[in-house]
Each structure stands twice: as C-alpha cells, then as structure tokens.
C-alpha cells in the first residue's frame, strides 16, 4: 500500500530570523536544522522506502541527505516551495508582514489566483505538485519518502485530504516534522501521523 512520508525541511537561519523565504531563497541549514536533519534519519533510517524525493532547493535535500547512504535521492522543481515575489528575503515584519497577512486573507476567502508581485498564486502551485502526486501514485506501490517545504505540504495536504485550498492554514507544519498519509483508494488518502516531531525529542 502506498504511504506518502511527508516532511518538512530543517530550520534554516531565516526561520530563526523570520525572513522569508519561498522559492527564491536557497538558504541552508542552521546548526539546529543539521541536527533535526540527522535525528530523522537515526529514527527513520531502518524504514523501507521504495523512492526518496525532495525539492531542488538546498535546505530541503540537506534535510534528507543522509539517506544517500541507501537511496538515489530524486530532486524535483514540482517540490520547490512557493514563491513569495517582491517580499522574499525581506524580515516579516511591517509592510512585508501586512501583504503576507492580506494575500493570505484572500485566500482563506476563496481568491486562489491572489499572489504577491511576482510571486506564485496556491492554483500555480496546485498545478504542479498535483502533477507530481499522479506520477507518484503510478509510478510507487509502499513507502515513498518526499521533503519538502511548508506552504508546499500546506497545498498539497488540503488536496490530498479533499479541502478546498482556501483552508490550506489548518495544515501547520514544524521544522522536520513529519506527516505520513495512506493511501486508500483512487480518490482518498487518510492521515497516519500528523506535524509529528517525536523523532527530535532531546533537542
């Protein structure tokens, strides 16, 4: 049965420093973000995945990096984290915190084409990773191992969980926290573990 291991990138200095990120930011990962990194995999080394996915962006390949030791670890675009445009970069803070705060208001209201300037809209983003989930669903048949990022596992939790996106901020991730849906049939998946950060405890 397919299982879908979602996981959430380690802490970079820009969480720490609540910078935004998004798609145009390749931060690394923080001395914490490292360790998270490394305590998922002692806890998770011994499952068996039957493929490894992960963004393109380098905080999200750090994350799972050491299960290079037993797996090709396949880096897809489809997995690239959502571009917050003009604002990315910049400390949440004042005006930039208002336009996140207003585009993520029109959303909740049902404007999912809403996007900051030269960012990316939630329907751009469904359209890609909804791509990736349908070859992921042919293509893997057990467990399939994916990190990410978490305005991604936002989108892709309210589709894959049948919601409308306009509830997408019901799905809150943490630094390396782990979400794993099972596959149940052509339409359906339900949800195993939820934002779970059991594996980090100690740090």
Request: charge should be negative; hydrophobic fraction near 35%; include cysteine.
């Amino acid at each position: 049965m397919l299982k879908l291991f979602l996981l959430r990138h380690g802490e970079t200095d820009f969480n720490k420093q609540r910078i935004v990120q998004g798609s145009g930011v390749d931060a690394s990962l923080n001395e914490l973000g490292l360790l998270q990194a490394q305590k998922f995999f002692d806890h998770y080394k011994n499952t068996p995945f039957e493929a490894v996915y992960c963004s393109t962006l380098q905080r999200s390949y750090q994350t799972i990096k050491h299960f290079e030791l037993l797996y090709c670890i396949q880096r897809d675009p489809a997995l690239n984290e959502l571009s917050w445009g003009i604002i990315e970069g910049k400390p949440f803070e004042g005006e930039v915190e208002q336009m996140y705060w207003e585009v993520n208001r029109q959303w909740a209201n049902g404007n999912l084409e809403a996007k900051i300037p030269q960012g990316d809209s939630p329907d751009e983003i469904l359209n890609r990773v909804h791509k990736f989930i349908e070859v992921i669903k042919k293509k893997h048949q057990s467990n399939v191992l994916i990190c990410t990022h978490g305005r991604i596992l936002k989108i892709l939790l309210a589709e894959l969980l049948g919601y409308s996106l306009k509830y997408q901020d019901l799905f809150t991730h943490y630094n390396t926290s782990l979400t794993i849906l099972k596959y149940v049939d052509d339409y359906h998946f339900i949800v195993e573990k939820f934002n779970d950060i059991s594996h980090l405890e100690g740090i």
